[in-house]
């Protein structure tokens, strides 16, 4: 069956560095994976999507990776702020009607 | 852009109580509705999903159902909560390819 891992429950990191959170997935095919972001007790709000033929994307001060043949993703947010303290959700799609989530990573930017 | 409108946003029900969470969504037509459950520390767990008015598919056997009466109108019901009930579930609009919508939530607690 479809396995989503996403990197250790929870990551503390020093503002201004840079964060990376790690996706990877098994007995899986997507067509796309997606980044959402939850804050505690919100539902989770999309940040990024990229393709199965595509390596890299941007947005702002996130940086989202994808390698089909490691089947997994890496999602970076750069001179981290502790706004960006939340919740961190992959999600893989296919061709079919569903999006299957990770657990997500849990990050917490210390000033 | 969509608005996924959920209540209530928490909710406590005595085992053996019925249930009944609406979901409804603004900003778009026909649009492909999912209900997830998320556990404490743990992923989004698809429940149903629907593609339209009175078509509804179930992805995991369980004490729950759902309906769709409307286009735009998603509900998730229970004649009779079990503990294993509790939890945050979430409302999504999601279209193939494109980002998910999600709503606020609705924090159920089973006693």
Same mark, same amino acid.
């Given at each position: 069956?479809?396995?989503?891992?996403?990197?250790?429950?929870?990551?503390?990191?020093?503002?201004?560095?840079?964060?990376?959170?790690?996706?990877?997935?098994?007995?899986?095919?997507?067509?796309?994976?997606?980044?959402?972001?939850?804050?505690?007790?919100?539902?989770?709000?999309?940040?990024?999507?990229?393709?199965?033929?595509?390596?890299?994307?941007?947005?702002?001060?996130?940086?989202?990776?994808?390698?089909?043949?490691?089947?997994?993703?890496?999602?970076?947010?750069?001179?981290?702020?502790?706004?960006?303290?939340?919740?961190?959700?992959?999600?893989?799609?296919?061709?079919?009607?569903?999006?299957?989530?990770?657990?997500?990573?849990?990050?917490?930017?210390?000033? | 852009?969509?608005?996924?409108?959920?209540?209530?946003?928490?909710?406590?029900?005595?085992?053996?109580?019925?249930?009944?969470?609406?979901?409804?969504?603004?900003?778009? %037509?026909?649009?492909?509705?999912?209900?997830?459950?998320?556990?404490?520390?743990?992923?989004?767990?698809?429940?149903?999903?629907?593609?339209? =008015?009175?078509? =509804? %598919? %179930?992805?995991?056997?369980?004490?729950?159902?759902?309906?769709?009466?409307?286009?735009?109108?998603? =509900? *998730?019901?229970?004649?009779?909560?079990? *503990? %294993?009930?509790?939890?945050?579930?979430?409302?999504?609009?999601?279209? *193939?390819?494109?980002?998910?919508?999600?709503?606020?939530?609705?924090?159920?607690?089973?006693?």
């Amino acid at each position: 069956s479809q396995k989503i891992e996403q990197n250790s429950e929870a990551l503390n990191i020093q503002e201004g560095k840079t964060a990376t959170l790690t996706c990877n997935y098994t007995n899986y095919s997507p067509a796309y994976l997606q980044w959402y972001r939850q804050d505690p007790g919100r539902g989770p709000v999309f940040l990024l999507l990229i393709r199965e033929n595509e390596k890299e994307k941007r947005k702002e001060r996130l940086k989202v990776t994808f390698d089909t043949t490691l089947k997994q993703s890496l999602f970076h947010i750069t001179a981290s702020q502790p706004a960006d303290s939340a919740t961190y959700l992959c999600a893989l799609g296919g061709n079919d009607y569903k999006l299957s989530f990770g657990a997500g990573t849990t990050v917490t930017v210390r000033a | 852009s969509q608005t996924i409108h959920q209540w209530p946003a928490t909710l406590v029900q005595p085992v053996g109580s019925p249930l009944s969470l609406e979901c409804t969504v603004e900003g778009t %037509s026909n649009p492909n509705l999912y209900w997830y459950r998320q556990a404490a520390g743990r992923g989004l767990q698809l429940l149903f999903y629907s593609v339209g =008015i009175g078509q =509804i %598919s %179930s992805e995991v056997p369980q004490n729950l159902s759902a309906s769709r009466p409307q286009d735009r109108q998603f =509900i *998730l019901s229970s004649k009779k909560l079990l *503990l %294993s009930d509790s939890g945050f579930y979430l409302c999504a609009s999601y279209r *193939l390819n494109t980002e998910a919508f999600f709503g606020q939530g609705t924090r159920l607690t089973v006693v």
